[in-house]
C-alpha cells in the first residue's frame, strides 16, 4: 500500500505571535471613532468600520528556473451603516480621520438611495460586546519575513530532485503565501484587531510520450494551510522528501495503467480527494443565502432548501458533518468574522440528518436563530462582507480505523487519492470528480493503478452510499484558496477536514471514453 505522507504526528509547540507592530501602528480607534460618529450624525441606527490589509506572495518556477515573483499589498477602510432597515457601504483606500468620516457619511447616503429598493428591513442578530480583543493564527514562521531568495532556492531544490528522475520531463513549483489583518469596530462597542496567515505550495511533474504525443501528470498532495513557512522549508509538517522520492516512480506506474471500466464501483476515498466533494456538496450547498435563493448567480442555489431541515437524509447513519471556524491551522479559522462574531463550531449533518445552515447576522434571524455561527467575510477593503464559509468537516468514527482496514473490506474496487478536476450542477446535487492517482483494489489489497477514472452521483446517493469512515488518525484538512462567490466576485479560503471513508457501488466513469476517445 502507498505511503499517504501524512502530516507529522510529532505534537509542534507553536509561540504565540502578536499582531505586526506596524498594523498596531495605525490610527485604528481614532478612525473607528470619526467614523462611527460620523454614521450616526448622519442618521444611520448601526454602523461598523472594517481596516483591512492584505498581502500575497506568489512565487511560480518552471523546470527549476523562476517564472514568478509577485508581492502584493492592499490596505483600506471599509463603513457600513443601516439607515431605516436598509444597508449602505462606502470604502476608500487613504487612512486618515476626514477620509473616514467622509466614507461613514457616503455609506449613509447610500443607504437612502438604496432604501426604495428595499422589501425586507435588516435586523442583526445580538452578539456581546468585544473591547479591545487580539486574535492571531497559529503559525510559527511568518513567510513574509522569509527572504524570496530561500523561497526560490526551497522550490528550486524540490524541483531538481523530480527533474533528476527517470521519466520527468517537465515539473513545475508553485508557492502561494497570505497574510491579511484586520481591525473592527461597531457601535455597539466592539473593537478587534486580528492576523492570520496562509501558505500553499505544489508541484506538478509531467511525463511526455513523444512518439504519442500523450502525456501524463501527477501532483503533490500537501494541502494549503493556516501555518508558516515551518510547512514547506523541510519535512516537519509534511513529508516533502518521502512523497517526491515516490512521485516519479507512481508517475511512470500511471503512464503504463490500465484505463477502468465504467460502471458501478465500491470506492474507498482518501481525505486528499474527499475534502472537494465535501466542499462542492456539502459546503455550498449549507450555505443559507444559497438555500433561500438570494445567493444564486453565481455557481447557483442548493437543493438543501430549509424545509428540508431536520429531514432530509443527506447521507447514512456514519455521516457527521459540523462547520467550524476554530480548529487549528484551518483555513477559514479566525477570532472573529467581519461583523464581530466570535468564531463557533456547529452541527450541519447528524447522524446522516441534515440539520444546520451558515450564517450571518442577517439570515441568523430570517431563520429564527438568536444568533449568528459567525460567517461573514470580505475579502478586500472595497468589498461588503458576505455570507462565507466554515471550515466544513466530516468527522472521523470513534474508534480508530485505518485507511487498510476500509480497503480490506472490498473485494473489488477503486482508491482514490488527490483532487483534481470536478463538475456540479446549480442546485449542487448532480456531480461528477476525477482525482490525481487511482489503485485497483482486489480482494482487499491494493493492486496497481488505473487511468481516466471519474466517480459520478448525486449528492445523497452518494452520501448515502458511504457505509464506512476511517478513524482519527486518517483524518487530514485539505482545502482551497480560491472559493468563489457573489458578484462582484469573491474569493475566499477555506479547509475542509475528512477521514478516509468507503463508499459501496457508486458510478464511475471512463474519462476518455467519455471524451469520445477510443
Avoid at 444611520?44 to 508581492?71: K, M, P, Q
Avoid at 459501496?504 to 469520445?516: A, F, H, I, M
Amino acid at each position: 500500500m502507498p505511503a499517504l505522507l501524512r502530516p507529522a504526528t510529532v505534537p509542534i509547540v507553536t509561540a504565540r505571535r502578536e499582531v505586526d507592530a506596524d498594523f498596531l501602528a495605525l490610527p485604528r480607534h481614532e478612525l473607528a471613532a470619526a467614523a462611527l460618529e460620523a454614521a450616526v450624525a448622519a442618521g444611520a441606527s448601526y454602523a461598523d468600520l472594517r481596516i483591512h490589509r492584505i498581502a500575497n506572495d506568489v512565487v511560480h518556477l518552471r523546470d527549476g528556473e523562476l517564472e514568478t515573483a509577485v508581492e502584493s499589498r492592499e490596505i483600506g477602510l471599509a463603513v457600513r451603516v443601516i439607515v431605516d432597515g436598509t444597508w449602505g457601504f462606502a470604502s476608500n483606500a487613504e487612512l486618515s480621520v476626514q477620509v473616514a468620516a467622509e466614507t461613514a457619511r457616503r455609506a449613509v447616503y447610500v443607504a437612502r438611495t438604496l432604501a426604495p429598493l428595499n422589501t425586507e428591513r435588516i435586523e442583526l442578530a445580538a452578539e456581546p460586546v468585544y473591547r479591545d480583543a487580539h486574535w492571531v493564527s497559529s503559525y510559527r514562521i511568518d513567510p513574509f519575513e522569509v527572504p524570496t531568495a530561500e523561497k526560490i532556492e526551497v522550490l528550486g531544490e524540490y524541483s531538481g530532485r523530480l527533474l533528476a528522475a527517470d521519466g520527468v520531463d517537465h515539473v513545475s513549483a508553485g508557492l502561494n503565501c497570505a497574510k491579511e489583518q484586520t481591525f473592527y469596530a461597531d457601535t455597539y462597542g466592539s473593537s478587534i484587531t486580528q492576523q492570520r496567515g496562509r501558505l500553499q505550495a505544489l508541484l506538478n511533474a509531467v511525463a511526455v510520450d513523444a512518439a504519442s504525443g500523450t502525456f501524463e501528470s501527477m501532483r503533490t498532495l500537501a494541502p494549503p494551510t493556516g501555518r508558516g513557512w515551518e510547512a514547506v522549508r523541510d519535512d516537519e509538517v509534511w513529508d516533502w522528501s518521502g512523497e517526491l522520492t515516490q512521485l516519479p516512480e507512481l508517475l511512470a506506474e500511471k503512464t503504463k495503467a490500465p484505463s477502468v471500466t465504467a460502471g458501478p464501483t465500491d470506492l474507498v476515498i482518501d481525505p486528499s480527494n474527499l475534502w472537494l466533494t465535501i466542499h462542492e456538496s456539502i459546503g455550498h450547498a449549507t450555505e443559507y443565502d444559497r438555500a433561500i435563493g438570494y445567493e444564486a448567480a453565481y455557481a447557483g442555489t442548493s437543493f438543501a432548501t430549509p424545509d428540508k431541515r431536520g429531514i432530509l437524509q443527506y447521507g447514512s447513519p456514519v455521516m457527521n458533518v459540523t462547520a467550524d471556524r476554530t480548529v487549528q491551522y484551518g483555513l477559514a479559522t479566525v477570532g472573529y468574522d467581519d461583523e464581530g462574531v466570535q468564531a463557533q463550531s456547529w452541527d450541519l449533518i447528524r447522524d446522516g440528518v441534515f440539520v444546520g445552515y451558515q450564517l450571518d447576522r442577517v439570515f441568523a434571524p430570517r431563520m429564527g436563530e438568536q444568533r449568528s455561527n459567525g460567517c461573514s467575510y470580505a475579502d478586500s477593503p472595497h468589498h461588503v462582507p458576505i455570507q462565507r464559509m466554515a471550515n466544513v468537516s466530516l468527522q472521523p468514527a470513534d474508534q480508530d480505523i485505518s485507511t487498510a482496514d476500509l480497503i480490506s473490506r472490498v473485494e473489488d474496487g477503486i482508491y482514490v487519492v488527490g483532487d483534481k478536476s470536478w463538475s456540479i450542477d446549480m442546485q449542487r446535487y448532480n456531480f461528477q470528480f476525477t482525482g490525481q492517482r487511482f489503485y485497483r483494489i482486489r480482494d482487499g489489497q491494493l493492486d496497481g493503478q488505473l487511468r481516466d477514472v471519474a466517480y459520478q452521483a448525486t449528492t445523497t446517493e452518494f452520501w448515502n452510499s458511504m457505509e464506512a469512515v476511517g478513524g482519527p488518525s486518517t483524518w487530514q484538512l485539505g482545502g482551497a484558496f480560491n472559493c468563489g462567490k457573489a458578484q462582484p466576485g469573491q474569493v475566499a479560503a477555506v479547509s475542509h477536514g475528512c477521514p478516509s471513508a468507503l463508499f459501496r457501488k457508486v458510478n464511475v466513469l471512463n474519462t476518455r471514453t467519455e471524451g469520445g476517445h477510443s
